[in-house]
């Protein structure tokens, strides 16, 4: 079972990278998809794990700072631009590869390339896999929680701050 992690900056990924980028992460659902090419386009890395030659899991750290502003509105918690380089997200393991971990992966290579840069997580709260994922890195659950726009359920907020 060869593995192929893959992580940079999303400048650096062609076309086809992000189609099936794209492709993989809206198969999830739970990502609005107005916007979402360019969002793609803008983000700050994005990693993908290919097992035998296909697409297993996407991860990324988002550059949105507009979308950042309403987190901190909505959770009452401050996300200054100097302290968080940006939100984790679009985290999405093809269903056949679930409960193998290879979330941890992506997410160690994620928190690798961040380096001593914060970086904050929004998290269905009845989503306990993620939580866990984001906790065994880190990740402190902080703030108010909000409803959610793509599910009946609310929104929590996950942070792990910078080292200076």
């Known amino acids: 079972m060869p593995l192929e992690l893959i992580v940079k900056s999303a400048k650096l990924f062609d076309s086809g990278q992000k189609l099936q980028f794209e492709n993989l992460v809206l198969?999830?659902?739970?990502?609005?998809?107005?916007?979402?090419?360019?969002?793609?386009?803008?983000?700050?890395?994005?990693?993908?794990?290919a097992i035998d030659g296909e697409l297993a899991e996407t991860n990324a750290v988002k550059n949105n700072r507009p979308h950042q502003r309403s987190i901190e509105e909505k959770s009452g918690v401050e996300l200054s631009d100097d302290e968080y380089l940006g939100e984790v997200g679009w985290l999405h393991v093809v269903e056949s590869r679930r409960r193998a971990r290879l979330g941890d992966l992506l997410t160690s290579a994620i928190l690798a390339v961040a380096g001593t840069q914060g970086l904050?997580?929004?998290?269905?709260?009845e989503n306990g896999a993620a939580r866990r994922l984001h906790e065994r890195h880190g990740f402190c659950q902080?703030?108010?929680?909000?409803?959610?726009?793509?599910?009946?359920?609310?929104?929590v907020l996950y942070t792990r701050p910078g080292k200076r």
């Open 27 to 49: 198969a999830g659902g739970q990502v609005l998809r107005d916007n979402f090419s360019q969002r793609i386009e803008n983000a700050h890395y994005l990693a993908f794990l």
């Open 120 to 125: 904050f997580a929004t998290i269905q709260s």
């Open 142 to 155: 902080v703030g108010n929680s909000w409803p959610s726009t793509e599910s009946a359920g609310m929104v």
